[in-house]
């Protein structure tokens, strides 16, 4: 077996253990992060409470495509920056145009705008290294709201 697959087992492992943070590793290409309220229940992560995002924090390359997917069979979810969070704040940060598609770049701030079920967002570019924290318009305290980590 090559270290690579070994390692691979060994992060789906630590990921399925229990209380382990569900999270996902890319080296370059494109992402998808799966929305849904109904099958992706809370955890705790070091941000604070998150869920409705699979995974709870996605680790990417600068330079990695990502895109959401709204996967429940209702309408509708967003995927929305929280500009400057080191934390997700108690009560929602969003105002009324997060549920408009907007930004192409983590850094820039983005929002997939309000996503039926099976759409996906645009593609947004994980552009600079850092700590991005985002959510749901519609079901922040639910909480849906997730982490991506840019290394």
Do not use: W
């Not at 995974?55 to 996967?71: D, E």
């Not at 309408?75 to 940060?93: D, E, M, R, V």
């Not at 192409?104 to 309000?114: I, K, Q, R, V, W």
């Amino acid at each position: 077996m090559t270290r690579q697959f070994i390692a691979s087992i060994a992060l789906l492992l630590a990921a399925c253990t229990n209380g382990g943070i569900p999270t996902s590793y890319s080296s370059g290409g494109g992402v998808t992060i799966d929305i849904s309220l109904s099958n992706f229940g809370p955890s705790q992560t070091p941000y604070g409470q998150s869920g409705g995002f699979r995974p709870a924090i996605t680790t990417v390359s600068v330079g990695t495509q990502l895109h959401f997917t709204n996967t429940d069979n209702f309408c509708c979810h967003t995927a929305t920056l929280i500009p400057g969070a080191s934390s997700f704040p108690n009560g929602s940060p969003f105002t009324q145009k997060a549920t408009q598609q907007s930004g192409s770049t983590l850094s820039g701030g983005f929002s997939s705008g309000a996503l039926q079920p099976s759409a996906s967002s645009q593609t947004i570019t994980a552009d600079q290294p850092g700590t991005y924290l985002y959510g749901c318009f519609f079901h922040y305290a639910a909480p849906m709201r997730a982490a991506i980590v840019v290394q």
